[in-house]
């Protein structure tokens, strides 16, 4: 029996893996996208993050809503308030044509606050998400248990991302995100308003960056630092390389696995220092990542 | 008519252009000359709203253009930028939905079936990222990204720059082609003197942030000082037919 049960182990290992992977993938996604058109890094997105999820807590907890409608609440408070840290917070410092530290001072900054928000509100404790929301927890597959949450994180990854990429691909603001994050000054040139393609970068990733606060509260659980899992976000763009946004998908769906086995192996204490030493040696080897393409200039 | 006036203008502290005075009529060729740093890029992208007006106007009919870059092209006025900057991971086809952006459905289609017609070899490379283009093809994007545009003046900086031969003339038989076909006016940035020259209706010699000779082409090609300083050497060395004479 010893065989078998092994491997049922480590396939959920590989599904709750590949779910946590899938988070990642959202808040790196979102994150990547701010840096590839506006070139900071900008870790007000865990705050915007923490915040939805918080905003589907409530919706689910007080206001006793359906996973679906909970899940859409997170996406449109997150997308609302990525516009609202665009408008408040960032475009100010762009009119005054800021350096880009400044930027990222101010997203950090943003973090906090926003932190600090939901420490007033809620206080240090924990909270979940009401149990009923997610009625069936488990699906039994012989010896496999695979936990609906996780399974839900996973679908609910594929659709955004199914989503979004009919949104780069096929619409022109979708394509015009794309070509601000090549050169923003050549896109004012095709007559397109920057401004509003910047606006519709931050809504898409505030919309990702909600979906993932309120999928990684449904699968773990909610405290005022959750939006401290940014740093995920960030270390996966880093590792597929900010350009391309497969290649940060990729990076976090790795990153998940390997954490959710770090931890299995080694102890939740250790694996995040493996994790980052792994980070600096592959960026060693690697400095553009996983998919790091650069178009050199043509004579 | 586009008509600057009295311009000043440069970045944050430091002022580039000094009281530039330039007419350019409809559907005329302007050519703009100078050496590198002279501010010839700088003037493009005032026009364009790129870079703040210190103190003057630029008319377009008697109305002062729209400061923001977006509304500057809705109100016709294209630039092909110096150095191309195409989106080098869209691929062809996307470039030029980009340029055409502000153009319906309708008037996309048409428009780039004739950038196709122009370089079919935008149209075999359709759905390759324009990154991987050579430079000369590059050019021909950017040439076709701005005709997406549709535009009624075309502001092209230095589009000659680095281009072999065969694509260099290419390259302003359609300029030539769309100002007399399509009456599109140009007003054509060049450090390529005598090409330009031979081109233009008019021209301007811009030292320093400011134009110091100024006149119709072919009185400047002749003129002493503009030889001196701006065809002595490159006579010598360009070999390109002129694209009037390819034409006629
Ligand atoms: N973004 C900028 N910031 C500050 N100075 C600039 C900038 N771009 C150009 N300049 C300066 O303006 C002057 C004119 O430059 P430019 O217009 O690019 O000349 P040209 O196109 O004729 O070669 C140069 O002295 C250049 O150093
Ligand atoms: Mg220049």
């Keep these: ?299 | 008519m586009l008509e600057i006036k009295n311009l000043h203008s440069g970045y944050n502290k430091i002022e580039v252009l000094h009281d530039i005075n330039i007419k350019v009529p409809d559907g005329k060729i302007v050519v703009v000359i100078g050496r590198n740093g002279a501010g010839k890029s700088t003037l493009l992208n005032t026009i364009s709203g790129l870079v703040k007006i210190k103190s003057g106007s630029i008319e377009m009919n008697g109305q002062k253009i729209p400061s923001a870059p977006h509304k500057i092209v809705a109100s016709g006025i294209i630039q092909v930028p110096e150095g191309r900057r195409i989106f080098p991971s869209l691929t062809i086809a996307e470039n030029l939905i980009m340029g055409g952006y502000l153009a319906s459905n309708a008037e996309m289609n048409v428009r780039k079936e004739e950038v196709y017609n122009t370089f079919p070899i935008l149209c075999q490379r359709e759905n390759q990222q324009a990154g991987t283009l050579s430079g000369g093809e590059q050019q021909m994007l950017a040439m076709g990204r701005g005709m997406m545009a549709g535009p009624k003046i075309l502001l092209l900086d230095e589009p000659s720059l680095g281009l072999a031969p065969l694509v260099f003339t290419q390259v302003f038989e359609l300029i030539i082609k769309l100002n007399k076909e399509r009456n599109m006016t140009i007003i054509l940035v060049e450090q390529n003197a005598t090409i330009a020259l031979k081109m233009a209706d008019y021209a301007y010699v811009l030292e320093n942030g400011c134009v110091v000779i100024e006149g119709p082409g072919e009185e400047l090609i002749k003129d002493a000082r503009v030889k001196a300083a701006y065809l002595g050497a490159a006579v010598k060395t360009l070999k390109e037919p002129s694209p009037r004479e390819y034409l006629e």
Excluded at chain 1, 124 to 130: G, L, Q
Excluded at chain 1, 225 to 250: E, M, P, R
Excluded at chain 1, 286 to 299: E, L, N, Q
């Design chain 1, 1 to 299: 029996m010893g065989v078998p049960m092994q491997f049922s182990i480590i396939l959920q290992q590989v599904v709750n893996g590949l779910s946590l992977g899938a988070v990642y993938a959202l808040i790196a996604v979102g994150f990547a996208l701010i840096f590839n058109v506006l070139k900071f890094s900008n870790f007000a997105h865990g705050g915007v993050l923490g915040i939805s999820a918080y905003a589907g807590y409530i919706a689910a907890n007080q206001f006793k809503l359906p996973l679906i409608p909970v899940i859409l609440v997170g996406m449109v408070t997150g997308a609302i308030l990525a516009v609202l840290v665009e408008l408040i917070a960032f475009r100010w410092i762009r009119l005054q044509k800021g350096q880009l530290v400044y930027f990222f001072v101010t997203s950090v900054t943003m973090l906090m606050l926003l932190e600090q928000v939901l420490i007033i509100r809620f206080g240090a404790s924990f909270e979940s998400y009401p149990y009923t929301l997610v009625k069936v927890r488990v699906l039994q597959f012989g010896d496999v248990t695979i936990s609906v949450t996780y399974l839900l994180s996973l679908i609910s990854t594929i659709i955004a991302f199914s989503g979004l990429i009919y949104v780069l691909k096929k619409t022109k603001i979708g394509i015009a995100i794309r070509a601000a994050s090549n050169d923003l000054t050549a896109t004012s040139l095709m007559g397109i308003n920057v401004n509003m393609v910047i606006i519709a970068a931050f809504i898409v990733s505030g919309m990702l960056g909600g979906l993932s606060g309120v999928l990684y509260g449904i699968s773990a659980s909610l405290s005022p630092q959750i939006g401290q899992i940014v740093v995920k976000g960030f270390i996966a763009s880093v590792l597929g390389g900010l350009g391309s946004l497969t290649g940060v998908a990729v990076a976090a769906v790795v990153l998940g696995v390997l954490e959710v086995f770090l931890i299995s192996t080694i102890g939740s204490g250790l694996s995040p220092v493996v994790i980052f030493l792994l980070m600096v040696v592959f960026l060693l080897v690697r400095p553009h990542g996983f998919a790091g393409v650069s178009f050199s200039d043509k004579a």
